[in-house]
């Protein structure tokens, strides 16, 4: 959820990711309250050619998408922000862990699974964006690390429609549950 993926004219924006902010602040409302952990996660790309711009070559000049430090104007809230910056309508909060992460998953490479034992963590909820590529393979990863994993259906978001259907789909065939954040609340509460 940064300022490249959701904001108005962002190079890879996700309109539907907008629609996913409320779902995202009640989430975080109710693990707050309780004391859970909170992780966020950056996508950063670098500014020396990696394989990722054959593939997303919004990630290379001149457009620069998810360079760290790299300011952008979005005009939706009329002002620059550093293009990999979390959104600020769920902006970190101090005990807020935030993994900054140089691919599609958040555990390759980054020290999330350790971060997350430290704290007793066994089961996570995943929200964000892109559901069929980041959402995707982070969810995987976490099976992989044997964390208990929910993708919570209302606050992931795609540019895709079908893909964002048979990613939840296939994940709650094989790996994990998907749930409404609204039903994962009542359990919460």
């Known amino acids: 959820m940064q300022n490249d993926f959701v904001r108005v004219g962002a190079p890879l924006e996700v309109a539907d990711a907008r629609a996913t902010i409320s779902a995202h602040r009640a989430l975080l409302d109710a693990f707050r309250r309780r004391g859970f952990p909170v992780v966020y996660t950056k996508f950063i790309t670098r500014p020396g050619y990696t394989l990722l711009w054959e593939w997303s070559p919004q990630c290379r000049p001149p457009t ?75 969810a995987r990863e976490a ?14 978001s795609s540019y895709v429609p079908d893909l964002h259907a048979a990613t939840l789909k296939n994940f709650a065939m094989k790996f994990g549950w998907v749930e409404s954040s609204e039903n994962l609340l009542k359990l919460l509460t």
């Open 64 to 138: 620069r998408c998810c360079w760290k430090g790299h300011p952008r104007f979005y005009p939706d809230v009329g002002k620059e922000l550093d293009c990999t910056d979390i959104i600020q309508e769920i902006y970190p909060e101090p005990d807020d862990v935030v993994i900054e992460k140089f691919g599609y998953g958040a555990f390759h490479g980054t020290p999330l699974a350790d971060r997350l034992r430290e704290r007793g963590v066994e089961s996570l909820l995943i929200t964000g964006t892109v559901t069929q590529i980041c959402v995707e393979e982070t």
């Open 143 to 156: 099976f992989h690390h044997h964390f208990k994993t929910t993708l919570v259906t209302d606050a992931v």
